[in-house]
């Protein structure tokens, strides 16, 4: 009992971060899906997501403050995606990816402007951040809702991509982009869609992720942003519910690890997996040609 | 092949051109003031210099896109930051407050220097064997890794004895400090550091313009038809990783010489994205670009967008100059070139006399079919 | 009669549940031409593929100048999914799975159906960096150029070469602003400069008109005389396989379904049947 009662706290704390990195996991795999593109902007656009929050919850009441949010957040990808990498559909992927890198470096400096560098304080949502206790261990209510949550959200996804008609161009666009193209699918209205609901996600993980962890810094993205590629690398790039699995056992593992009292390889841990993943199975654990991919 | 005449003239303009550049810079440190902030910036683009030209090296030469670089850097400048302390100051308690220093011996400057470089490419051949075999993105996002792991362990406090934990390293050598041998004669230290990077970067020119550059430059147009003429892929991207990160961990001693200190929590992912950001605006594949790139790079971000940030500037009551604004700026110009000007300022070209000449003809001959069109 | 250069001898490709290539079996002659030719689809450059390393086949063995240099049985999951013949024979060999490149080594050089040049470098570049493998400088005295005879003789073959393709005029023009015929004229240069014994052309005169591809054949006669070599090539030219080739082995849906001389495959009931009478138009 003494075992289940230590370990419990960095358990539930696991789940919690892994329900988080999920959300976030999901638009970097589907993005890849579609464009073969590691989005290294999307972990920028969720510490964005942060920031609104933090900007729009001193001057609007939370009820107005949080759907804006996702809104600015969802107006944020969505711009991204059209001025960043549409204008390079045609030049080679190193370039993309390089115009990504400069999204990145461009939401962070902007971030670093406005909050003039210092860690800003993020805005307690009541009842989401109120403490409660599970089998003794004290927690925020956050903690056991993110789970739920992004599971709901995972599932009201794929149930989006198996049956809507948008749902299926993403499909088609993730199998065979010229083809989908000559079958006159709207290619950049599918790619938007993408971003928007990949910027969405992140916005709701947002949401959890810093009511769990109080504030926001200019460089808070850039970790967990790769954190959350490596667990849709983990779960098999361009499989929804691989990132969600991958993300899960990532979010644990990195508690478990900080629970061991090795903190400085918490971070290290999840590219440990990630290149052993990439050696031992490329395609990672769900990346087969069976599960659908976005 | 015997040269041809205008070839070795063109070999002699640039060794002048050269030359000339380094003795301008001799006639500077002589003349102008040394804290005047015209040197902090040539010091520091031509560290930044060489560590663009080593990722060149990789991403525009052999087509391999790592991200590795700043974990490179880190294991050179800690290197030479080690083996280059005085014993007595590793043994004392200015510099190792927490730990028992258990490296009790020290070295030159240019030992440590070359070991630096060494030990990094030590460390490329081993990462190297299971990473090369990957594709593209996934080979960057792997090297990526290794580089935050290489920091992680850095700063990992079982290993404090010899990294000093997550505290900062001091007391090396730094570029204020070097002597001509045998004498008291300092050395003007920015001269000194661009000779060097000079030095390291003519290496690397010398290799590409090599056999094996060719080969290099064979498997980043077409990997399937540089194996079918016998070039052994692997052996052959190893072979760059290795180089390129040799000249990485140098790069990262001279940082380390330049800033007097040296902290792991430095060598953070977004090094290497300023690097990278510096190949691209000088241009992927040209190592003159590269150096063009840095110089500006650095000058825009720390010395001539500095007025954005003084908030003096603000007219009428608008808070838009502030801190920070410069890099936001500055940002987005790098956006502008990555979007609209993707060859960045070289393309692939290199800046030579022969170059030059026939750019310079070229805008004479544009000049006149316009004024051929006007009549 | 002259020993056999190129020996497959029950070569089997399989991809999933496809087989490409079924017990293949041929001989190329040492100083002959040899056609391999087909309908499309027939597995033809697949079979190349597996002759230079690019697949390992299934099933099979390959032997280059009396060598055993490729050899491979159905293994893991593909021993249960094997769909080819002689699944058995050769479970106790030791597979040999070299990289195309270990190939080019023994003397084996390619070109491509689809043009594969260095398109950033230079006519002479292309052909010099195909020098590389011979080269017998290492990484630090190329750097330093401490084997300056090394390098002047890589030039001299090189120009050398590029001579007598007729392209030394282009020899500074980007490889891939020559026009089409000339591109597949480097793309031969260049796998010369690899010093081959055995040359494998893969349709070298697809795209050509008549005149063009008479003038080809005539070449790679030329050729074949002037580097004693031994040329396998994949073509759908019929007059270009008839006139010039010594031997042509017929394959149709992997299968190997007649060899002989070309008076011998005129005549073969099988052939006009699975093949020239309906490729003919």
Known sequence: MSLFQTWLPYLLAGISVGGQYALIAIGYTMVYGILRLINFAHGDVFMAAGLIMVYLSTALPLWIAIPLTLALTVALGFLIERAAYKPLRSAPRMSVMISAIGVSYLIQNCALYFTGGLAKVYPPIPW???????????????????????????????????????????????????ASQLMGIKINSVISATFVIGSLLAGVGSLLYFSNYASVTPTSGGMPGLKCFVAAVFGGIGSIPGAVIGAFIIGICENVIKGLGWTTFSDAFTFALLIVILLVKPTGLFGEKSTDKV | ??????????????????????????????????????????????????????????????????????????????????????????????????????????????????????????????????????????????????????????????????????????????????????????????????????????????????????????????????????????????????????????????????????????????????????????????????CIGSFLFIACNEWWLRFLDESSNNIAGLNIFRSGFRKVVFSLIIMVIVLFFRKGLMGDKELTAKNVRQFIAGKKSEKKAKGGEKA | MSEALLRLENVTMQFGGVVAVDSLSLEVETGKIVALIGPNGAGKTTAFNCITGVYQPTNGLISFDDKLVVSGHPTGKMKRDYKGSNSEKYLDKEIIDPTPDEITRLGIARTFQNIRLWKSMSVFDNVLTAKHMRNRQNVFTATFRLDRAEEKRMRQETMELLEEQNLAQYKDDLAVSLPYGLQRRLEIARALATDPKLLLLDEPAAGMNPQETLELGEFIVEIQKKHNLTIFMIEHHMDLVMRFCDKIYVIDFGKLIAGGTPAEIKNNQRVIDAYLGVAEE
């Open chain 1, 128 to 178: 989401i951040s109120d403490t409660v206790e599970v089998f003794g261990a004290i927690t925020k209510r956050v903690t056991l809702i993110t789970p739920i949550l992004s599971l709901f959200l995972v599932v009201a996804l794929v149930l989006f991509i198996k049956k809507t008609k948008v749902g299926i161009a993403m499909r088609a666009v993730a199998r065979d982009f010229e």
């Open chain 2, 1 to 290: 092949m015997t040269k041809t005449k205008e070839e070795k003239r063109d070999a002699i303009i640039a060794a002048c051109c050269i030359g000339a550049f380094y003795v301008l810079i001799l006639i500077l440190e002589a003349v102008v003031p040394a804290t005047h902030i015209l040197f902090s910036i040539l010091k520091k683009s031509a560290v930044y210099s060489l560590a663009a030209v080593s990722m060149n090296l990789l991403n525009g030469f052999t087509g391999l896109f790592s991200l590795g670089q700043a974990g490179f850097m880190l294991l050179g400048a800690y290197t030479y930051a080690i083996l280059n302390m005085p014993t007595e100051l590793k043994l004392g308690t200015s510099v190792y407050k927490y730990y028992e220093c258990a490296i009790h011996f020290d070295m030159g400057f240019l030992p440590s220097l070359l070991l630096a470089g060494v030990i990094a490419a030590v460390f490329a051949a081993l990462i190297g064997i299971p990473v090369l075999r990957l594709k593209s993105d996934y080979l960057a996002i792997a090297t990526l890794g290794f580089a935050e792991i290489i920091r992680a362990v850095f700063q990992w406090e079982a290993l404090g004895p010899v990294t000093n934990g997550a505290n900062i390293l001091s007391g090396f050598t730094d570029l204020n400090h070097i002597y001509i041998p045998f004498t008291k004669i300092a050395i003007p230290p920015t001269f000194f550091v661009m000779l060097l990077s000079g030095i390291c970067i003519a290496i690397v020119l010398l290799l590409i313009n090599s056999s094996f550059g060719r080969a290099f430059k064979a498997i980043r147009d077409d990997e399937i038809a540089a194996e079918a003429m016998g070039i052994n892929l692997f052996k052959h991207k190893e072979m760059s990783f290795i180089i390129s990160s040799f000249f990485a961990g140098i790069s990262g001693a001279l940082l380390a010489m330049y800033q007097f200190t040296v902290k792991a929590a430095t060598f953070k992912t977004a090094m290497t994205y300023e690097i990278l950001l510096i190949v691209v605006i000088g241009g992927i594949g040209s190592i003159s670009g590269s």
